[in-house]
């Protein structure tokens, strides 16, 4: 028995016949294949708009239209308008941020009504032979396979865009980060194009160039990664789950110097000090953190260091009133001074010593189990040296003294030192 002819269009094995049984039935299969679409499909069975139900119904019409005007002709599948309807839809789908799936399961889903649709067709003219089911099966996969493959290129193809543009944005919003200077409106603008919105605070992280690709995985939306000579400065996002105290673990092994978490305003600065720290640490097995070489980058003269070390070391006292402030900050300042004895701090600071032990609970009270690190000590008594030494010389700017009013001039002096 001799086998049938395979064609490389098999819509070519369809008579005049079923091309007319087709064209009488368009308008219902249009219907048809529309509702079932929308409907039986999950990704689209939701969707519950006007437009999108009015675009699902234009672009099932073109096809059926093609595929009537396809049969017992050896044609291409799609013309290239058909072919860029399709292309249209499935870069609308990567624009809408939906997957390909739901697309290629109602092209599916197409395939199996069409098949039913036009056996109908053909067989309210006449009887419908086996052969004629499995010719007309063979035309609607392959011309559902030429749909999907123009869908599944424009998805393609839209990704690409995207990715380029995102990518685009992303380097952008780093650009104007590690530049500073750029105005507030500006920023948050390009960090919302990215999704940071809203931009507060952010951490810097040194990493070996050869770390770049990887960290672009890594930290995907929450990271933007700038390369930067042999190394890459990563930019994280205060708040994610890449959240600086779990840095740490993340980035062993990998060379990195963990850089201070700080407002984005601060960025450059705090990048500058990350570099500084790499330069000190020299090769690094383990990954170095800023906030550890603070006292070294202090007493290299560095003032953003001694800042973060004052922000870091005492913020404990943050939240206090400064009336109640300054004084256990006074008072801790000599203690430290004088090795916790205190006679000397109450002599020193013109108070009962009485007065000492109750502030020093408090300081206690606020630093728990710091106060007796001597690294702390060290640390807080160079804060505090900042601290102090600012609100003296602040106070000093504002009262020249006992012999000068504020012109210059002398002035006059009663006994016991009252102007």
């Known amino acids: 028995m001799s086998r049938p002819t395979v064609h490389p269009t098999p819509w070519q094995d369809l008579g005049a016949d079923v091309a007319a049984a087709l064209e009488l039935r368009l308008t219902t299969m249009v219907d048809e294949l529309t509702r079932g679409v929308t409907v039986s499909v999950p990704g689209f ?3 519950d708009q006007p437009r999108f139900h009015r675009d699902a119904r234009e672009t099932v ?12 002709t050896g044609e291409p599948a799609l013309t290239p ?9 499935g870069a609308a789908e990567a624009r809408e941020d939906r997957g390909p799936e739901a697309l290629i399961s109602a092209l599916r889903a197409a395939a199996r009504l069409l098949l039913r649709e036009a056996s109908d067709a053909v067989l309210a003219a006449g009887p419908l032979s086996v052969d004629q089911v499995l010719r007309i099966a063979d035309a609607t996969n392959a011309f559902v396979d030429e749909l999907v493959a123009a869908c599944t290129d424009g998805y393609a193809q839209q990704v690409r865009e995207l990715a380029g543009e995102r990518d685009r944005r992303r380097h952008r919003l780093a650009e104007l980060l590690l530049e500073g200077g750029a105005s507030p409106h500006v920023v948050q603008q390009a960090a919302a194009a990215v999704g940071w919105d809203p931009l507060e605070r952010v951490t810097p992280v040194l990493l070996p160039r050869v770390e770049a690709r990887e960290a672009r995985f890594r930290y995907g939306s929450e990271g933007l990664v700038s390369e930067r000579g042999d190394e890459v400065v990563v930019i994280i996002r205060h708040g994610t789950r890449f959240d600086r105290d779990l840095l740490g673990p993340r980035l062993r092994g990998r060379g990195a110097v963990i850089g201070p978490t700080a407002p984005w305003t601060d960025l450059p600065e705090a990048v500058r000090l990350t570099e500084l720290t790499a330069r000190l640490t020299g090769g690094r097995e383990v990954e170095v953190m800023v906030d550890d070489h603070l ?21 404990a006292f943050d939240g206090l009133p400064e009336a109640q402030r300054r004084p256990l900050l006074v008072t801790l300042e000599s203690w430290l001074r004088h090795w916790g004895a205190r006679a000397p701090v109450a002599e020193e600071l013109f108070v009962h010593p009485q007065t000492v032990s109750y502030r020093m609970r408090r300081v206690r009270q606020l630093l728990g189990v710091r106060l007796d690190d001597p690294a702390y000590r060290f640390e807080a008594l160079l804060a505090l040296a900042d601290v102090l030494g600012r609100d003296v010389a602040h106070t000093a700017a504002a009262d020249p003294g006992p012999g000068v009013d504020p012109q210059g001039e002398t002035r006059s002096q009663h006994p016991g030192g009252a102007s």
């Open 61 to 72: 019409r073109v096809a059926l239209r093609r595929f009537v005007t396809l049969a017992g």
């Open 295 to 315: 006292v070294e980058l202090a007493l290299q003269g560095h003032p953003s260091a001694v800042a973060l070390l004052v922000r870091s070391r005492l913020a």
């Open 81 to 89: 308008e058909v072919r860029e309807v399709y292309v249209a839809l």
């Open 45 to 47: 069975a939701g969707i």
